[in-house]
């Protein structure tokens, strides 16, 4: 059994509680008291996209099947304070207790601490749980929630329809998520104004960060959510062509420092016009790991590279007990089983693969971040993006012949529908490159980061500074 027919086997017994704890009768009658005419969520979106700003869904979540405890002690006073003051949309809260930590006490906190706020920058209140009967909307109505959360995954077509208008026939808003094709061909045909797409694999608790974008080109009309993964300002270059994005994990991690400085950390975290990425690859000595510039520091394990990691990194990184997500293990021509040993030496958060070297099988099977380079030496070759599109995070679009410093010869499209990083040949003097193409989100260095065949820090800082400017001239195009 997965973890996601687990969660649905407990809830299912939670229901039958619910029944005997609640008349449900009575419950509708109470809601009937509160009812609004409008949902409040759809107007708050409309009102974001028309203001070309995104809509940011901020998470209280205790603890999560993935992850284990997050953050068991958090205040949600303190923590739905610090959202609202950094300019939250909406606040998600978890009731569900077995997997995640949560209760309908935690939604009714939420909802009293949020009403005690000013109404001009008061967040709307999504309540997060796996929802297959309408006693579960009316308790979250009655809990002060504002939105709710139906998974296509775990209902048929005709029960999440009758579930959405239960819930907009008391004024609430909702938000219908999705995985994958198949889980939106079910639904595509129903009437329902946003769209919520998990990065994140319900059954496995995998994450991939693209999905959203191969989904979204899907979503119709619809406003676009993307929910699950998103860890930082870095994270959400990848995500950012959806117009909302739910963040929870990210966030809880890093209560202390948002209750301190909200507004300063959200600022950062959420930059609307993106920024520039730069992946500084085959950094293969010790004292090189602590350039501060990148990124994404590249550490090569490829049999066949002149820059990969020299034996006193190696056993520098043996030392670490864990890894930041920058740090990224690049593997090219290496074998599965060569690249399952090295991640089980190092506790890597993030790997760079080669489309031309893997299987999307393989891809699937990593619990991991993985940039997926393509070599372009024809048209054919970008073919290969679309097998994968839906199981990595970044696409790196990357010379006929890897690490020689060869330009890519061939036309990538303008309109290249995913988010990637420029590699092939680029260097501080040909940065301009990244302004032909809509989706570039930054550049991939190896040899434009070299003097003399050694990593220089010079080279480093000059293109960090190279990539601010181009960030301007592009905003300001």
């Given amino acids: 059994m997965n973890i996601l027919s687990k969660i649905v086997a407990t809830k299912k017994l939670e229901i039958v509680e619910l029944y005997r704890q609640h008349d449900l009768s009575a419950l509708q009658a109470q809601c009937a008291e509160q009812q609004r005419s409008t949902p409040l969520f759809y107007q708050a979106l409309a009102h974001a996209r028309n203001a070309g700003q995104p809509f940011f869904i901020s998470e209280f979540k205790r603890k999560s099947p993935s992850e284990g405890w997050i953050n068991q002690h958090a205040d949600l006073p303190a923590q739905l304070g610090a959202y609202t003051k950094a300019g939250a949309g909406a606040i998600s809260v978890l009731t569900d207790t077995d997997f995640f930590g949560g209760a309908y006490a935690d939604l009714l906190l939420a909802s009293e601490t949020l009403h005690g706020q000013d109404s001009a920058q008061r967040p709307l209140l999504l309540q997060k749980d796996f929802i297959l009967d309408p006693i579960q909307i009316y308790l979250a109505r009655l809990h002060g929630a504002d939105i709710i959360l139906l998974i296509a995954a775990i209902l048929e077509a005709p029960e999440l329809d009758a579930l959405k208008k239960t819930a907009e026939s008391l004024g609430m808003g909702v938000l219908v998520e999705v995985h994958d094709q198949e889980e939106l061909d079910k639904i595509q045909h129903l009437e329902f104004p ?22 979204r080109q899907k979503g119709a009309q619809r406003f676009i959510i993307s929910e699950s993964g998103i860890r930082d300002a870095v994270d959400f270059q990848m995500v950012r062509q959806a117009d909302g994005f739910l963040i929870g994990t990210g966030l809880m991690r890093r209560s202390d420092q948002l209750q301190a400085s909200a507004a300063e950390t959200f600022s950062g975290f959420f930059q609307s016009k993106g920024k520039l990425l730069f992946k500084a690859c085959g950094i293969r000595t010790p004292e090189m790991l602590d350039v501060s510039n990148p990124d994404f520091i590249g550490i090569n394990f490829s049999p066949l590279s002149k820059r990969r990691a020299e034996p006193a990194l190696r056993e520098k990184l043996k030392q670490k007990q864990a890894f930041p997500p920058h740090l990224v293990a690049v593997f090219y021509k290496n074998t599965e089983s060569e690249i399952r040993d090295i991640l089980e030496t190092y506790p890597f958060q993030t790997v760079q693969l080669y489309a031309n070297d893997c299987t999307p099988e393989f891809v699937r099977s ?24 839906a199981d990595v995070d970044c696409f790196i679009l990357d010379g006929a012949a890897p690490g020689s410093g060869q330009t890519i010869e061939v036309g990538i499209p303008a309109h290249f529908p995913y988010p990637f990083l420029l590699a092939g040949g680029i260097h501080a003097g040909n940065l301009e490159r990244v302004r032909a193409y809509e989706n570039c ?17 010079l080279s480093i800082e000059t293109i960090a500074k190279r990539l601010a400017q181009e960030l301007g001239m592009r905003n300001e195009g």
């Fill in 194 to 215: 946003v769209l919520g797409i998990n990065n994140r694999d319900l059954k496995t608790f995998r994450t991939a960060l693209n999905r959203v974008n191969v989904l």
């Fill in 366 to 389: 990593l619990r991991l971040r993985v940039l997926l380079a393509v070599p372009v030496r024809t048209n054919d070759d970008l073919d290969l993006v679309e097998r994968f599109a």
């Fill in 441 to 457: 989100i930054g550049v991939d260095v190896a040899s434009g980061i070299e003097v003399d065949g050694k990593v220089n820090r």
